[in-house]
């Protein structure tokens, strides 16, 4: 049974940054392009961030662009993202997921960004 656990969520004031790393026990996780998610209250969860398995090319959601970075370690199987310069509207439960194989959902990790 594939577990994704997600870390490293906070409270941070607009402007400043946090990396969030995701824990994927993926039997074959070095095959499987990533994603990050997330979810505002009263909204859809949308992808903000993959990364491929094999070139590790990266793509990203207009709203994040220029100040997120994803990034992988298939020999933890583990996928973090970086993000910087960060804004209200960054506010949500972020989730890591597999965008083409969408295993069970993970808990999240809260990002409140708020002065």
């Known amino acids: 049974q594939v577990q994704l656990v997600e870390s490293g969520g906070g409270l941070v004031q607009p402007g400043g940054s946090l990396r969030l790393s995701c824990a994927a026990s993926?039997?074959?996780?070095?095959?499987?392009?990533m994603g990050w998610y997330r979810q505002a209250p009263g909204k859809e969860r949308e992808l903000v961030a993959s990364?491929?398995?094999?070139?590790?090319?990266?793509n990203y959601a207009d709203s994040v662009k220029g100040r997120f970075t994803i990034s992988r370690d298939n020999a933890k199987k583990t996928v973090y993202l970086q993000m910087n310069s960060l804004k209200s509207e960054d506010t949500a439960v972020y989730y890591c997921?597999?965008?083409?194989?969408?295993?069970?959902w993970g808990q999240g990790t809260q990002v409140t960004v708020s002065s």
């Open positions: 997921n597999a965008p083409y194989n969408q295993y069970s």
């Open positions: 993926i039997s074959d996780f070095s095959i499987k392009t």
């Open positions: 990364i491929s398995s094999t070139s590790g090319s990266t």
